[in-house]
């Protein structure tokens, strides 16, 4: 199953504009947000998707009732974590932070996550995939990325949002 990934837009309206349209040509059957989405008018974007998505607040949205509203017609938005078992049994466990995963004794294949504007891929002890898209906005390091990931041996690739259309 291909999952398209993404955190921290940040209201840069145009990238969340190309990972939209980057999730929709990889053919995503699946996106996962791990929050700060920041403003309500983030949220028409992503009306484009041609996939369920799932996704949690961070910590710097702005107008969570409205953000709610919106999400509405579009999918899901809960605080973290938010769990999630995919079509083909992947289990995911959404957060903004890593550390809101403390205390949480659910068994999860997968922990998606952001805050730190990193892209991060990496495996705890147990086998698991920990994984940090990066920030959507740029705003931060000036590198936009996304991510896609195959459930099937859980395959990662971190990709830049520069090349879709330019910076």
Partial sequence: MRVGVFADSHDH????????????????????????????F??????????????????NEGNKPGLLAGFSIIGTLEEPPVRHVARDGTRFLLVHMERQIRGVEDDFDVLIYGHTHKPVVKR????RLYLNPGETSGWTFGNPTIALLETNGLQVEILPLNDVRGS
């Fill in 13 to 40: 309206l145009d990238n969340l504009r190309r990972a939209v349209e980057r999730f929709n040509q990889l053919e995503c059957e699946l996106v996962l947000f791990a929050g700060d989405l920041v403003s309500t």
């Fill in 124 to 127: 705890d002890e147990a086998g």
């Fill in 42 to 59: 983030a949220v028409p974007p992503l009306r484009k998707l041609r996939c369920p998505l799932i996704a949690c607040f961070g910590d």
